[in-house]
C-alpha cells in the first residue's frame, strides 16, 4: 500500500506538469484552431524567467572586508550581492531564497507578451492554412526559442533550488497512520500539484464564471455568429493565447526545483503533451486535464521496479501504448468533440 500511494503521489506530480501545459496547448488550438508545438518552448521560457530571477537577485559587487583575513593577514575581497546594500543582509537573504516563487511575479507579463508578440506576429498569418502549415512553422519557431536560450543560458543544466523551507521532504506515510518514514516525499512536489490545482481551477473559473470567459466559449462553439453580435472576438482569442502562454510559463517557473532548467526542456515535454492532448481530446479542456493526470499516474506505476524487472522500458512507452489503445476504441479521445480535427 505505502508503494502505492507514493508512485500515486509521484504520478500527480508529473501529472500536473502534463496537464497545465495540455491545458494550455488546447486553450490555443479551442480558441485559434492552431496546433501549437511551439507550446513546450513557451514552458521552457518560464522556466528560465525563474533562472533569470535566481541570477538578477544574486548580482553582486566586490568590497573589501577587514574582518577577514588570508593566510598573510590581509584583508579578504568578497562578494556582496546588491539586494544587501537595498534590504539588508538577512532579509536580502530571504529574497534570494524565495527566487523561484518571487518569479512567478515576473513571468505572468513576460509570457502574456511572448504570446502576444508570438500570436500576432506569426501566428495569425496561419489561422486559415492547413494544420501541417501551422505545424512546421510552430515548430521552427520552438527550435529557434530553443537555440536562442542555449546561446545565452549554455547548454549545461542550471539548478534553481526551491527556498530553504521547502527543501526537505514529509513523512506522508505518518499523515495518513502508516508507520513513519515509509512514505517520504518532497515538499515542492507536493505544492507543485497543489499549485497546478489552483491555476488549473482558475482557469476553468474564469472562462465559467466571468462575461469573458463566456464570450470566449461562445466564440469557440461558434467564431462566425459572435462576430455579427458586433463582439471583437480576434482581440479576445489573442488575449487567450497571452494566458496559454502564462499558464505555460507557470508550470514552467514551479517545475524548475524539480528539473533543473536546460535548453531542451520544452521539447521534452512537447510530445508528451500533445499526446496527453490527443488522448483527452483535441479541444476538450476537462479532457486534456484528466488525461494529463491520468497518464502521468499510469507513467509512474510503470517506473516501479517490480514492473520494469518484468517489462524492461515500459516507463518510456507506457503513454504511447495508453494513447494507441484509447484512440484505437474512442478516435476523439476521452472527451473529444465530434467535428474537431476531422475535417
Given at each position: 500500500m505505502n508503494a502505492v500511494v507514493l508512485q500515486t503521489l509521484d504520478g500527480l506530480s508529473k501529472g500536473s506538469a502534463y496537464a497545465m501545459i495540455a491545458l494550455g496547448l488546447t486553450l490555443i488550438f479551442g480558441t485559434l484552431g492552431v496546433v501549437n508545438f511551439a507550446h513546450g518552448a513557451l514552458f521552457m521560457i518560464g522556466a528560465f524567467c525563474a533562472v533569470t530571477i535566481s541570477r538578477i537577485l544574486t548580482l553582486s559587487h566586490t568590497i573589501i572586508d577587514e574582518t577577514q583575513t588570508d593566510f598573510l593577514g590581509n584583508p579578504l575581497k568578497v562578494e556582496v550581492p546588491y539586494v544587501y546594500d537595498i534590504f539588508g543582509q538577512a532579509t536580502g537573504d530571504a529574497i534570494i531564497d524565495w527566487a523561484v516563487p518571487l518569479s512567478l511575479l515576473f513571468s505572468v507579463p513576460v509570457m502574456m507578451g511572448v504570446g502576444y508578440v508570438m500570436e500576432r506576429g506569426l501566428i495569425k498569418h496561419f489561422y486559415n492554412r492547413p494544420h501541417a502549415d501551422q505545424i512546421l512553422v510552430t515548430f521552427g519557431l520552438a527550435i529557434v526559442l530553443q537555440e536562442v536560450i542555449k546561446y545565452f543560458y549554455g547548454a549545461n543544466p542550471i539548478p534553481t533550488p526551491a527556498p530553504e523551507a521547502f527543501s526537505g521532504s514529509l513523512d506522508f506515510g505518518a499523515a495518513l497512520g502508516f508507520d513513519p518514514n515509509l512514505i517520504i516525499y518532497p515538499y515542492w512536489r507536493i505544492i507543485y500539484f497543489v499549485f497546478a490545482a489552483i491555476i488549473i481551477g482558475a482557469v476553468f473559473a474564469f472562462l465559467q464564471?466571468?462575461?469573458?470567459?463566456?464570450?470566449?466559449?461562445?466564440?469557440?462553439?461558434?467564431?462566425?455568429?459572435?462576430?455579427?453580435?458586433?463582439?471583437?472576438?480576434?482581440?479576445?482569442?489573442?488575449?487567450?493565447?497571452?494566458?496559454?502562454?502564462?499558464?505555460?510559463?507557470?508550470?514552467?517557473?514551479?517545475?524548475?526545483?524539480i528539473n533543473s532548467p536546460n535548453y531542451h526542456m520544452g521539447m521534452d515535454f512537447?510530445?508528451?503533451?500533445?499526446?496527453?492532448?490527443?488522448?483527452?481530446?483535441?479541444?476538450?479542456?476537462?479532457?486534456?486535464?484528466?488525461?494529463?493526470?491520468?497518464?502521468?499516474?499510469?507513467?509512474?506505476?510503470?517506473?516501479?521496479?517490480?514492473?520494469?524487472?518484468?517489462l524492461p522500458g515500459l516507463n518510456q512507452i507506457i503513454i504511447y501504448l495508453v494513447a494507441i489503445i484509447i484512440l484505437l476504441t474512442r478516435p476523439r479521445g476521452l472527451m473529444g468533440r465530434k467535428g474537431v480535427m476531422e475535417e
Open positions: 464564471f466571468t462575461t469573458f470567459g463566456m464570450v470566449v466559449r461562445a466564440g469557440m462553439a461558434d467564431r462566425e455568429t459572435v462576430g455579427l453580435l458586433g463582439i471583437n472576438i480576434d482581440r479576445r482569442f489573442t488575449i487567450m493565447f497571452g494566458l496559454a502562454a502564462a499558464v505555460a510559463g507557470l508550470a514552467g517557473v514551479m517545475y524548475t526545483p512537447l510530445v508528451l503533451s500533445f499526446v496527453v492532448v490527443v488522448v483527452g481530446g483535441m479541444g476538450s479542456l476537462p479532457g486534456a486535464v484528466l488525461a494529463g493526470f491520468l497518464l502521468g499516474i499510469l507513467e509512474s506505476f510503470a517506473s516501479m521496479r517490480e514492473v520494469l524487472a518484468i
